[in-house]
Structure formats: structure tokens, C-alpha cells
């Protein structure tokens, strides 16, 4: 994927609190392009397979049980510098530090439920797109 492209899930907190408009709304006026977009209920197995970077934290196994807990929404999205504008919009994982106007500012309750995931990297993204939506 090229580094134009990012990928973002939202969480089952934002999704059950009927968020995905608000956070769909505010990634449009970001400048991004849905490209992909799936609501989708991952099994604890797939939770921990998309989070397997993860494994050694000590939030792992909480983290699996929340991402497994209801639907998500997966998307690949599309703009200029899109991984590293995509973590600006979203803000800082833990929402006590996220700046104002982010969609973790608005959207998320704590650490673990955080409203969005947003890739860290270009390779990510990628990966991270195929998880869901295949090459
Ligand atoms: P995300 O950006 O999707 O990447 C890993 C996720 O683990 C993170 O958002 C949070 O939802 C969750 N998490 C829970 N506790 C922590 C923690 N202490 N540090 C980082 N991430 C955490």
C-alpha cells in the first residue's frame, strides 16, 4: 500500500455509543477518503491475531476481550502523509493526553477503550488493511 494510504478501526465502545457517524464525520472533514469500510465482530482469536505485536503487554488479554466484546468498524482511508496525519486527528492513545479537536479528545473513555485504532506506520497500514479486506 502506498503512503497514502492508513487504516483505522473503531472500537467497540465508540460503535456500541453510536459513534461511527460522529468519527466517520470528523475523518471525511480530515481530508481522508474512505477507501474501504466494514462493520465487523471479531472473535477473541482475531482480536488477538490483529493485536499479536501486542502479546507480551501486560494489557493483552484485556485488550483481546474488549476488541472481541461487539462490532468494530475497519477502514482504509486515503489522503497525502495519510499514517502520520491520521495519528493527529486521532491524538494520544491515552485520551487524559489527547489535544483538543481529536477524535480521542471527543470519543474515547480511557487507555483501553480509545474510540479508534490508527496504524503507526506505512507498513502497518498495510498489513493491517489485508487483515481485513485481503490484497
Ligand atoms: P491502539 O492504538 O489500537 O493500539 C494498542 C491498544 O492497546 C491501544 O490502542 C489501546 O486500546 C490498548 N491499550 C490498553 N492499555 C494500554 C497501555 N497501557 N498502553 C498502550 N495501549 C494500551
Redesign the pocket.
Known amino acids: 500500500m502506498a503512503t497514502n494510504r492508513t487504516f483505522t ?1 473503531i ?1 467497540p465502545d465508540a460503535v456500541a455509543d453510536h459513534h461511527i457517524g460522529g468519527i466517520l464525520s470528523m475523518i471525511e472533514q480530515g481530508g481522508f477518503r474512505i477507501v474501504e469500510l466494514q462493520k465487523v465482530a471479531l472473535s477473541a482469536e482475531r482480536a488477538g491475531e490483529f ?1 499479536a505485536v ?1 502479546r507480551e ?4 488479554h ?2 483481546v476481550r ?2 472481541s466484546s461487539g462490532s468494530i468498524v475497519a477502514a482504509v482511508l486515503e489522503k497525502d502523509n495519510a499514517v502520520a496525519d491520521f495519528r493527529t486527528l ?1 491524538g494520544a ?2 485520551p487524559a493526553n489527547a489535544a483538543d479537536g481529536t477524535i480521542r479528545k471527543k470519543y474515547a473513555k ?5 474510540a ?3 496504524s ?1 506506520s506505512d507498513e502497518n497500514a498495510q498489513i493491517e488493511a489485508e487483515f481485513f479486506f485481503g490484497k
Open positions: 478501526m472500537k493485536y501486542h503487554r501486560p494489557f493483552y484485556d485488550l474488549y476488541m486521532i492513545t491515552n480511557s487507555i483501553e477503550a480509545n479508534v485504532h490508527g503507526d
